[in-house]
C-alpha cells in the first residue's frame, strides 16, 4: 500500500506559475505509474498528466504545452509543474498511484488528500 501527499497548491494570477508536489511513501515508487487529476465544483475528476515508472508521460489536451509531470524516484515524489495558468485550471487537484495498465488512462486506487489551486486575479 502507498500513502500520498499533495503540497504546493494556492492561489495565483493568471499567466502564472505552480509547482505541485506530491510525495509517496509505504511501498516501492517506482513500480507505481503516476498521475495528476483533477476535480473543478460540479466537474468529473479528469486525469491531465501522467507518468510510468520509465519516465513516459502523457498529457490531457487541455494542458499539454503549459503542464509537465516529472518523477523523482530517490525522493519518491512526482512533481506538475504548470505555467502558463488560466481560471479554468481553477480545481482541487489530487495526485494518484497505480500499478500496470496504459498511463493514458490510469486510475489506481491510491489517492492523495488533494490540493486546492485557485488562478484568480
Known amino acids: 500500500q502507498v500513502q500520498l501527499v499533495e503540497s504546493g497548491g494556492g492561489l495565483v494570477q493568471p499567466g502564472g506559475s505552480l509547482r505541485l508536489s506530491c510525495a509517496a511513501s509505504g511501498s516501492i515508487f517506482i513500480i507505481y505509474a503516476m498521475g495528476w487529476y483533477r476535480q473543478a465544483p460540479g466537474n468529473q475528476r479528469e486525469l491531465i498528466a501522467s507518468i510510468s515508472s520509465g519516465g513516459s508521460t502523457h498529457y490531457a489536451d487541455s494542458v499539454k504545452g503549459r503542464f509537465t509531470i516529472s518523477r523523482d524516484n530517490v525522493k519518491d515524489t512526482v512533481y506538475l509543474q504548470m505555467n502558463s495558468l488560466k481560471p479554468e485550471d481553477t480545481a482541487v487537484y489530487y495526485c494518484?498511484?497505480?500499478?500496470?495498465?496504459?498511463?493514458?488512462?490510469?486510475?489506481?486506487?491510491?489517492w492523495g488528500q488533494g490540493t486546492q489551486v485557485t488562478v484568480s486575479s
Open positions: 494518484n498511484a497505480a500499478r500496470g495498465g496504459p498511463i493514458a488512462t490510469m486510475k489506481g486506487d491510491y
